[in-house]
Structure formats: C-alpha cells, structure tokens
C-alpha cells in the first residue's frame, strides 16, 4: 500500500542554519505530494505541493522537489528562523486512492536563536 | 473567511459517556474527513465522506460513527468513550480533486478518564 516516511525528530538547528527535512513515498498510482505545518496548538495548514515529476513547490522560503526516480520530496530551506519552530508533515494523495490522504509521523523542528 | 470549524476545543469525559464532535465548513467542499493525533503516531483517518450522504471507514473507526447530511456539517460521535480514545481530534476537508490541499480545523482535545 502507499505509505509515507520522513525523517524522526526532533531536528534542533541555531537560527539562520540550512534545513533538510528527509521525506520518501511508496505509491501504487501518480500521487501529489504536500508538505503541511503545524504551529503550537493549532491544526495543520498546507506549506507547499507539487503535482507531477520535477514539480518545485516553494512557499514563505521553503522549498521541495518532486523525484520520482527516487520517490521523494525533502523540505529544504536556506536559512531558518525561530518562528520556523513547529512539526512538519509530508504527505501524498494518489489518484488512484484518492479517498485517502497519507501522512507521515511528522518532523519536530526547534530553532534556538 | 471561517474555513473549517471545530467545537468545542476542549472536552473531558469519563469511560462509558458519548458526544458529539462538530464540524462544519463554509467552503463548499465535497471531500471531509476525521483524524486523531497522537504522539509518535502522525495522523490517523478515523472516517471521512466524499459529499453528502456518503461515508467510508479509515484506518482507525471502531468506537466512532459519522453522518453526513449536508455538505457543510461531518459531526463525529463517540459511542462510549474509553481512555483510548484521548486523544487531539482534526476535521478536514477539501475540494473534489486528489491535487487540491487538506485544510483543517484547530482541533479538539479530548481527555477521557
């Protein structure tokens, strides 16, 4: 079945540091790929998407790429900064499931000023 | 812009008591789901509906029902609570479209003792 899996937390980097967040997918269709953010005590809200293969989704300076020649879609961002301190959540919707959206468990990021 | 709708935000309930989660959303969205999120386990699909009148189980929906009858509104209700069933509880929804994002509520956090 689909499934998605991302790098565990927590993840700590001193501001203005580069940020990797790891994300690989299995899939039996064509899926869209999202990543979401969840800040301190609220639901997740989307960060970036990318619908097809070489698809960049880029938003508020962060950045993924859609490879499909290695089924991922890791979260990049040049330099960080405090208020980037929340989880991350990859996730993918296949077209050929697309009743079921699948989430992976989520990245902690802490980012000390 | 209202969005997605949860209430309440808080609730707690003693073993064997039922309620009901509400959600509601003013986006005209056919698709509307139901996740819990627990630590270590991402999200989990209790239940969601792809429009008005129908419903499907997810990963997780022993001890929960759903209705949906209009589009608007995918109330939650737990049968007869159990200290399992604490947890952060999100609804969802989103357009027709496998490619069109998530967009969720704040969430209620229910305690069960």
């Known amino acids: 079945g689909d499934s998605v899996t991302q790098m565990e937390g927590p993840v700590t980097l001193s501001e203005e540091a580069f940020l990797t967040i790891n994300c690989t997918y299995t899939a039996t269709g064509y899926p869209s790929l999202f990543w979401y953010v969840q800040y301190p005590g609220e639901g997740l809200q989307l960060l970036l998407k990318a619908t097809k293969a070489d698809d960049k989704g880029s938003n508020k300076g962060f950045e993924a790429t859609y490879r499909k020649e290695t089924t991922s879609f890791h979260l990049e961002k040049g330099s960080v900064q405090v208020s980037d301190s929340a989880v991350y959540f990859c996730?993918?919707?296949?077209?050929?499931?697309?009743?079921?959206?699948?989430f992976g468990k989520g990245t902690r990021l802490h980012i000390l000023p | 812009n209202a969005g997605v709708t949860q209430t309440p935000k808080f609730q707690v309930l003693k073993t064997g008591q039922s309620m009901t989660l509400q959600c509601a959303q003013d986006m005209n969205h056919e698709y509307m789901s139901w996740y819990r999120q627990d630590p270590g386990m991402g999200l989990r699909l209790i239940h969601y509906s792809v429009g008005a009148g129908i419903t499907d189980q997810g990963e997780v929906p022993n001890g929960y029902n759903v209705s949906r009858s209009t589009t608007e509104d995918f109330p939650l209700r737990l049968l007869s609570a159990a200290p399992s069933q604490t947890s952060v509880y999100f609804c969802?929804?989103?357009?027709?479209?496998?490619?069109?994002?998530?967009?969720f509520g704040n969430g209620t956090r229910l305690t069960v003792t």
């Open positions: 969802a929804s989103r357009e027709s479209s496998y490619n069109s994002p998530l967009h």
């Open positions: 996730a993918l919707s296949d077209m050929n499931r697309d009743d079921k959206i699948i």
